[in-house]
């Protein structure tokens, strides 16, 4: 996805490689497929290194002739915003001075392709109507919002002439049948399966982007699309998707989401807010 998108300039399997020989004690010499594949690179950030079994920052240096830093991603107590901040706080102490991140899009499409996907996803033009994108699962369950509160949404989105997607992942195809999501799409239309490395094609194609603390949520706030971000079991603080209109909100029922999403769209700018729920009169 990243390279095919300009975000990364290449991109390797770490299975495929054999990068798991280098957690053993497993001797690899220079003229080994893997040692010749990471050789030569200037510097390594290594995010494999957390925990007694991680992977050891000397042996990379030994293999790449670079300089190697070590970042262990999980998130500690001793840190409370975003989980990116304490990567670079920890890159900083090792050495490797960073700028702040910004909320630049990450991913780049061409006006044409996204032109195209927009017809492809949602049909002929009309001014009047938001183009939606729902994708209402998650890799975990608990992080999802509940069922009923997508149908009302997707309902009450679709009322008001809006052209709603509803975008499920591997994860949920897995657990259900696509038959069993047609009750949250109701009058919107389930999109067909779309590539990891197509989704910001796809993403990008909408006006409005809603999500849970999920992959492809990461991937929208990416894009630029305005993105909203449901959090039930994790912390919006800390893993908040990235962007520059993004909204997170903490279990909330339907009319927080769409007041948020008519807030987002009367303000037309950069804004990452957080909140807890709205009152009661917009449920």
């Known amino acids: 996805m990243g390279v095919a998108h300009g975000a990364v300039e290449s991109a390797f399997d770490a299975d495929g490689l054999g990068l798991h020989r280098l957690f053993s004690d497993e001797r690899v010499d220079a003229d080994d497929p893997l040692a010749r594949r990471i050789a030569g690179f200037d510097l390594t950030l290594n995010m494999l290194a957390g925990g007694a079994h ?3 920052g000397a042996r990379l240096a030994a293999l790449t002739g670079g300089t190697v830093h070590d970042l262990d991603p999980r998130p500690r107590g001793d840190h409370h915003d ?20 910004d909320d630049a899009p990450l ?11 927009r017809a492809q996803a949602f049909g ?13 699962g998650a890799g975990a369950p608990e992080k999802c919002w509940p069922r009923d509160d997508a149908t009302e949404l997707a309902r009450w989105l679709s009322r008001e002439g809006h052209r709603i997607r509803v975008l499920i992942g591997p994860v949920e195809r897995e657990r259900e049948r ?12 389930l999109l067909p399966r779309c590539p990891t490395e197509s989704l910001p094609d796809l993403l990008v194609a909408c006006d409005f982007f809603v999500g849970n603390d999920s992959g492809v949520s990461h991937v929208a706030a990416a894009t630029g699309v305005p993105t909203i971000a449901i959090f039930r079991s994790t912390d919006p603080r800390r893993w908040s ?3 520059p209109r993004v909204r997170t909100l903490r279990d909330c029922p339907p009319g927080c989401v769409h007041h948020a999403i008519a807030s987002l769209l009367a303000r037309r700018e950069p804004e990452n807010a957080r909140c807890a729920t709205l009152p009661e009169a917009l449920a």
């Open 54 to 56: 991680g992977l050891k």
């Open 82 to 101: 975003h989980v990116t901040a304490q990567w670079r706080d920890d890159l900083r102490q090792s050495g490797l001075d960073l700028p702040a991140i």
């Open 107 to 117: 991913f780049n499409v061409d006006a044409d392709q996204r032109a195209a996907m």
């Open 124 to 136: 002929s033009d009309d001014p009047a109507a938001l183009r939606i994108i729902l994708h209402p």
């Open 178 to 189: 696509d038959s069993s999501w047609e009750e949250v799409a109701g009058r919107a239309a």
């Open 241 to 243: 998707p990235l962007g």
